[in-house]
Each structure stands twice: as structure tokens, then as C-alpha cells.
């Protein structure tokens, strides 16, 4: 069925953000919005990411934004930091309830993911979320006033999460990508026995593709954590040289990091092959154990040599805040399905989305296409799994679906649809009355 959708451009500010997106709503006066953000998309792309202009066709209003670093002239990841955006979703959900919407639900693509579990867990904890400053941020919280008058800034929650294709966090999946055979960072000179892209460690230049013994992954998934920590230790160091004015600059400086495109099961397809437990594929499908159907990611070498795909730069608060998290001295699991398991300090960086997800009450609804490259089917189980607080999640995986959700093969079902068809049920049967409604 086609309805006209019609699109209004607004820009939302308050003391503390102003941002900028377009608020598409059907024939009909919808009660429930759905509101998608994502870090790291330019301007353009944030505002017309799909499924944001399909859900008003089936009676859903969406709101789809830019955060603060969307149009950021010094590039996305080189100024983010992670704990001002919070502030960017709180303005959007608070008008969102002044336009009369009765329920409120955030939608988390990718990297947009740890976003809203990250906004849920602190607009329903409050600066309990932070820990005390415990994350390598150092930051404690959001308040108003100052000195004796301080007072704690509270965030208006939303009322559901849906996850689609989402990733463990920006800094655990930098983390699972980040190339441990780099030993020098000014020379990004590699060791071979840490190379993934070396033939004699199981990788084969002719197809692209890579069969690792488990012998090299422990020693390559360990090594990652070391080079993460350096990396750590580095940007700390460099922000304490800063800080006595002994540094370059007064207020911060810059982290470049090369190769950031090495992650195995890009490559292997043994591994992240399938989840642990039962799961439900759509369209049609019963429970069972879902099997990925992903293909090799082409060109990946070449990739993680290159400046534009393999490298990054970021000021070190940036890096510290949005890209950094600390590995526990056992080493990493990649593929942990439970994040106690996973061998991540859950509480370094607070945008490890699992470890937000343990507080969340509201319904959460986890989504993952089968043939996703980017994020694998464990990462999916990870997040339901992690979700202990609430007492309504549910996970659907996406028949052949790449990670935007388009079908993998030509010929293959209609992934789109079969996802709407998914989303579509679930907010209707806890927010508008039923299935279908």
C-alpha cells in the first residue's frame, strides 16, 4: 500500500544542543515516533537512512537527525566526543513529547546502536550510568549550576530501543578491527607473525579470503588488546603532557592510527558463523540455530593499507572518549555471546553497548541480516543476551540481508520488507494496540 509521506524540516535546540532533521509523517496522526541518529554519517546520508522513509507508509512517524559532529568541518571521528551526545537525543525526545507523541522509540543502526542504549542507560540511571568517572573519558556526568548549587541534569528517557545490525560499541569494535601487527605507530611498522594478510599466518592474496588456525587468533586477538593499550597509554600521556603546557598545544593534540580494517572474520568465514542458541529468520522461518551466509569483504588489504579505509585521526580526548576501551589481562573473545565472557573492562568506555544494556527497562528489539560483513551474528546474541533488566526483548534475524539491510544476492526475498514487517509488528503490539495496527 503507498501513503504519502510528508516531510518537515526542523531544528531542535535548547540550552545545551541544537541540531537539525526531518520529521516525516504518514496520512494519519501516528502516537509513537521513532527517532534514528548515528555518529559517524555525513549530514546528508543521517537524514535519509532507510528505514526512516519507509515506516510513515505503514503509519509510523519517524524523526531522523544530525547530532552536533555531523557537520563537523574537521571530520566526524577527529572531534567526537562520546558523552555530549546524550545532550544532541535528550533535545530530540523532548520535542518529539511536546508534539503530543505518546510513545517515543529509538532506533539504532550500526554504530547508532551503542547510541541509544548509551541515551536510555543515562536518561533512566542518571550519572549513575557514568560510574564515578570510571571510564577512560574521565567523564562523571551532566549537571546544572555550579559549586554548592550544582545539581544533577536529568535526560527524558524514550519508551523502546531497536537495534538493526548494531555493533558492540564504538570503541569494542574498533577494537576488534584494529591491526595488533603494527608495533610502531609513527612508521605503522608490522611484525609478520601478527599479519593477517600474511600467506604464511593463513590468508590467500590470490581469493581475498583467510583460514586462521586458532593458535594465530589467540595470538592475534591478545595482541589487539596490547596494541589497544598502548594506544591508551599514549593518548594519556600526551593529554598529561598537555595539561602541564609541556605539549604541542594547550588543550589537546592529535592521535593518528593506522591500520583499523584487520579484523579476521572479514575474511574467514569460519568464523562468527553462526549463533549459539535458537533464532528466529525472517521471512518465514522457524527457530533454530541461524547460520551466516556472508560473503568475503572484497579488497580488505587493501583497505587497512590505506589512509582513506585503514587509518583514522582523532584529537587524544576524542580518541579516549569514543574509540578507546580496556581489555582485561585474559585477553578477548570476539565471538562471547555473554559480556561477562567477552574479556572487555565493560566499564572503560561508555559506549560498550552490552554493559548499557544491563540497566535498560524499556522493550528492546534486536535485529542482524545474516549476511552482514560488518557486524556478525554473535555481536547480535551478545546484545540480547545482555539485556537482563528489561522485561520484554525479542531478537529477529534478517534472512540474506546485508548490513543496510539489502538483500546480499540478486534474487534473493525482499530483505527490506521483511525487516519493516518485523519492526512494523513489534511497535504495534506494545504501542499501538496490536499486530498490524
Known amino acids: 500500500m503507498t501513503t504519502s509521506i510528508r516531510s518537515e524540516y526542523i531544528v531542535v535546540a535548547d540550552g545545551h544542543a541544537r541540531v537539525d532533521g526531518v520529521l516525516r509523517t504518514g496520512r494519519r496522526p501516528s502516537s509513537v515516533v521513532v527517532i534514528q541518529t548515528h555518529p559517524r554519517l555525513p549530514s546528508d546520508e543521517?537524514?535519509?537512512?532507510?528505514?526512516?522513509?519507509?515506516?510513515?507508509?505503514?503509519?509510523?512517524?519517524?524523526?531522523?537527525?544530525?547530532?552536533?559532529?555531523?557537520?563537523?568541518?574537521?571530520g566526524t571521528e577527529?572531534?567526537?566526543?562520546?558523552?555530549d551526545i546524550a545532550l544532541d537525543e535528550a533535545a530530540v525526545v523532548a520535542e518529539m513529547r511536546r508534539r503530543g507523541y505518546r510513545s517515543v522509540v529509538l532506533y539504532g543502526y550500526s554504530a547508532g546502536g551503542p547510541t541509544v542504549a548509551y541515551y536510555q542507560a543515562v536518561a533512566e540511571r542518571g550519572n549513575a550510568a557514568f560510574n564515578g568517572g570510571a571510564a577512560l573519558s574521565g567523564f562523571e556526568g551532566f549537571f546544572d549550576g555550579a559549586g554548592a548549587?550544582?545539581?544533577?541534569?536529568?535526560?527524558?528517557?524514550?519508551?523502546?530501543?531497536?537495534?538493526?545490525?548494531?555493533?558492540?560499541?564504538?570503541?569494542?569494535?574498533?577494537?576488534a578491527r584494529l591491526d595488533p601487527?603494527?608495533?610502531?605507530?609513527?612508521?605503522?611498522?608490522?611484525?609478520?607473525?601478527?599479519?593477517m594478510f600474511e600467506p604464511?599466518?593463513?590468508?590467500?592474496?590470490?581469493?581475498?579470503?583467510?583460514?586462521?588456525?586458532?593458535a594465530f587468533l589467540e595470538r592475534y586477538y591478545r595482541a589487539q588488546g596490547e596494541r589497544m593499550q598502548r594506544l591508551i597509554d599514549s593518548a594519556q600521556g600526551r593529554l598529561e603532557e598537555t595539561r602541564a603546557r609541556r605539549g604541542r598545544f594547550r588543550d589537546d593534540d592529535l592521535l593518528v592510527i593506522a591500520g583499523i580494517r584487520a579484523e579476521p572474520a572479514s575474511i574467514d568465514l569460519a568464523l562468527a558463523s553462526a549463533?549459539?542458541?535458537?533464532?528466529?529468520?525472517?521471512?518465514?522461518?522457524?527457530?533454530?540455530?541461524?547460520?551466516?551466509d556472508r560473503a568475503v569483504v572484497p579488497n580488505y588489504e587493501r583497505r587497512n593499507h590505506s589512509f582513506r579505509d585503514g587509518g583514522t585521526v582523532h584529537t587524544l580526548r576524542s580518541f579516549l572518549s569514543y574509540r578507546a576501551v580496556r581489555v582485561l589481562p585474559g585477553g578477548y573473545d570476539p565471538d562471547a555471546v555473554a559480556p561477562e565472557r567477552a574479556g572487555i573492562?565493560?566499564?572503560?568506555?561508555?559506549?560498550?553497548?552490552?554493559?548499557?544494556?544491563?540497566?535498560v527497562t524499556v522493550p528492546v528489539l534486536v535485529c542482524a541480516g545474516t549476511a552482514d560483513t560488518q557486524v556478525h551474528l554473535p555481536h547480535a546474541e551478545l546484545l540480547y543476551n545482555a539485556a537482563v533488566a528489561t522485561g520484554d526483548r525479542s531478537k529477529a534475524f534478517i534472512a540474506g540481508a546485508e548490513h543496510d539491510l539489502t538483500p546480499a544476492a540478486p534474487g534473493a526475498p525482499d530483505t527490506r520488507n521483511a525487516h519493516l514487517?518485523?519492526?512494523?509488528?513489534?511497535?504495534?503490539?506494545?504501542?499501538?494496540?496490536?499486530?498490524?495496527?
Request: overall charge neutral.
Open 149 to 175: 548549587a550544582r545539581r544533577e541534569r536529568r535526560l527524558p528517557p524514550a519508551d523502546g530501543l531497536i537495534f538493526q545490525n548494531s555493533t558492540t560499541g564504538t570503541g569494542w569494535s574498533f577494537l
Open 46 to 74: 543521517n537524514l535519509v537512512v532507510w528505514p526512516m522513509l519507509d515506516l510513515p507508509t505503514r503509519g509510523i512517524d519517524t524523526f531522523a537527525y544530525n547530532n552536533r559532529y555531523a557537520n563537523s568541518t574537521a
Open 78 to 83: 577527529i572531534v567526537t566526543v562520546w558523552e
Open 275 to 292: 549463533t549459539r542458541g535458537p533464532g528466529r529468520s525472517h521471512p518465514g522461518g522457524g527457530e533454530t540455530i541461524v547460520r551466516s
Open 345 to 359: 573492562d565493560l566499564v572503560s568506555s561508555n559506549s560498550n553497548t552490552a554493559a548499557l544494556l544491563a540497566s
Open 200 to 214: 604464511a599466518n593463513g590468508y590467500d592474496p590470490a581469493t581475498g579470503a583467510g583460514s586462521y588456525g586458532r
Open 421 to 437: 514487517d518485523v519492526v512494523v509488528d513489534w511497535l504495534s503490539t506494545r504501542y499501538l494496540g496490536g499486530p498490524g495496527a
Open 181 to 195: 601487527s603494527v608495533v610502531d605507530e609513527a612508521s605503522a611498522r608490522r611484525d609478520p607473525a601478527l599479519d
